[in-house]
Nanobody, 128 residues
Framework: QVRLVESGGGSVQAGGSLRLSCTTS????????VGWFRQAPGKEREGVATLWTGRSTTYYADSAKGRFAISLDNAKNTWYLQMNNLTPEDTAMYYC?????????????????????WGQGTHVTVSS
């Protein structure tokens, strides 16, 4: 059973920064996909960023490009989402996700239905 544990959410003013963390037990395969998704009230869950570990290839939603960065610390089995220049539109519940069955191409799609393992969610609130 793969368990993902998130941390790092909170409240911040517009223009501020937060870093989310997600830690898991080690996957047995070398290549897998990790990512971050978010769901705002009344909206569907959407992909924010994903990372394919095989080549540390990263993918970002348009809303995240230039402001957010996903990274992975293999030694700690932990990946991060550094979020800078936050706006009220970034307010949402953020979830980390991972799956070893997702190919690199599928990883780039950032579709939540492709991921089997999820964190419990951490709330991010950005005030204006």
């Amino acid at each position: 059973q793969v368990r993902l544990v998130e941390s790092g959410g909170g409240s911040v003013q517009a223009g501020g920064s937060l870093r989310l963390s997600c830690t898991t037990s080690k996957f047995t395969t070398r290549d897998y996909c990790v990512g971050w998704f978010r769901q705002a009230p009344g909206k569907e869950r959407e992909g924010v960023a994903t990372l394919w570990t095989g080549r540390s290839t990263t993918y970002y939603a348009d809303s995240a490009k230039g402001r957010f960065a996903i990274s992975l610390d293999n030694a700690k089995n932990t990946w991060y989402l550094q979020m800078n220049n936050l706006t009220p539109e970034d307010t949402a519940m953020y979830y980390c996700a991972a799956d070893a069955e997702v190919t690199r191409t599928t990883c780039s799609y950032m579709r939540d239905g492709n991921f089997d393992y999820w964190g419990q969610g951490t709330h991010v609130t950005v005030s204006s």
